[in-house]
């Protein structure tokens, strides 16, 4: 039995921290495990272009505790309007990809895009300048329901994309189902790749509802049945490349999940990378978690893979019940709950 575990200090592929005083919370969390993160720019109003990009950059730095080494990766939200010309600017100001959230499909989705199509000249340059797309791959339309709302998108915008910029860079976020594992299989590892959350690898859809309605498990995409949990811990854990680790850890105010109309994100980011190593553990392939979580996603975006490294052991700790977010309280997912692997400081 394994029991401690060094590896490359591994990177965040999708984060959320939000901005203000629950910077000085959140991202303390994430420098403390992770060299990079992708940092999503659904702010409100949301991060359009590359000169708000650096400025949110500098807040986010302002939060890294004095002696940590973390670099956030920025991003741009792609409307129906934002201009090719911000692409070139976006470029030279480091901002390594650009995010597709469709019209309403998520939390600060309201400036989403409401036809791809409408964005095709942003795409262009993009992939002429190797900017990377970032996918939340859901459909939209109330007729399709919400448990399909991922394989109907691979279909229906998925696979048009893709041949449409054979040569752009796309991530399928955080994905959820079988169908979304088994498509990115299928896809040159080049151009496609797909992040995969550790409560997507820990729980399947029963969580939501165990014991009474439990919110802090409601997410988008939703948790899903158990089968497609397994299909997503089979790619996580088979060693291939295209498969990386992305928290999509999603900050809220405790008030405001346990609530009539809770809102969708998990918070994971206080003890990420230790819930990814048990759902590996579990599995019985801890030894597969260093390419996933520390290779993967690097290779993917062209990116030097991290030199320092982390050590994780075999050890229950029970991380706080709650932290403080701004004015509110933050609960992270598995509050006053004990886990099994512990990273060493
Ligand atoms: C995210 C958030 O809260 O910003 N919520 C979530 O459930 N994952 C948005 C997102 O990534 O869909
Ligand atoms: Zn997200």
């Not at 109003?45 to 949110?56: F, G, S, V």
């Not at 741009?76 to 650009?98: F, H, M, Q």
């Not at 948790?223 to 498969?243: C, M, P, V």
């Not at 998990?266 to 759902?279: K, R, S």
Request: one cysteine or more; proline letters at 7%.
């Amino acid at each position: 039995m394994t029991d401690a575990i060094t590896i490359t200090r591994p990177d965040d592929w999708h984060l959320h921290v939000r901005d203000g005083a629950p910077l000085h919370t959140v991202v303390p969390h994430t420098a403390a495990q992770f060299g990079r993160a992708i940092i999503m720019p659904n702010l409100k109003p949301p991060i359009t272009t590359a000169q708000q990009a650096l400025a949110y950059k500098e807040r986010i730095l302002k939060a890294v505790p004095a002696g940590l080494e973390f670099t956030p990766l920025m991003t741009l939200y792609l409307t129906d309007n934002l201009p090719a010309s911000e692409i070139e600017r976006a470029k030279e100001a480091g901002v390594v990809a650009l995010k597709l959230y469709p019209a309403g499909a998520t939390t600060n989705s309201d400036a989403g895009v409401t036809d791809i199509k409408k964005t095709y000249a942003t795409l262009e340059a993009m992939q002429r300048l190797g900017i990377l797309l970032l996918v939340h791959g859901e459909v939209t339309s109330p007729d399709i329901d919400l448990f399909d709302r991922e394989a109907a998108f691979i279909d229906q915008h998925f696979i048009p994309l893709r041949k449409d910029f054979p040569e752009l860079k796309i991530v399928f976020e955080h994905i959820t189902t079988q169908e979304a594992a088994q498509y990115v299989s299928s896809c040159n590892g080049a151009y496609t790749g797909a992040t995969i959350t550790a409560h997507h690898l820990l729980f399947n859809r029963n969580a939501i509802f165990i014991g009474g309605v439990r919110p802090h498990y409601y997410c988008l995409p939703v948790l899903k049945r158990e089968k497609h949990r397994l299909a997503l811990i089979n790619a996580a854990i088979s060693g291939d490349a295209r498969f990386f680790l992305g928290t999509d850890s999603a900050p809220h105010p405790a008030q405001l999940k346990e609530h009539a109309s809770g809102c969708a994100g998990c918070y994971t980011a206080h003890a990420a990378i230790e819930m990814y190593a048990e759902a590996f553990d579990n599995a019985g392939a801890i030894y597969q978690l260093e390419k996933f979580a520390s290779f993967n996603g690097a290779d993917f975006y062209g990116l030097p893979r991290n030199t320092s490294t982390i050590t994780l052991q075999k050890e229950f700790w029970t991380p706080p019940e709650s932290f403080a977010f701004g004015e509110a309280d933050l609960k992270p997912l598995r509050s006053g709950e004990a886990l099994p692997w512990r990273m060493i400081p």
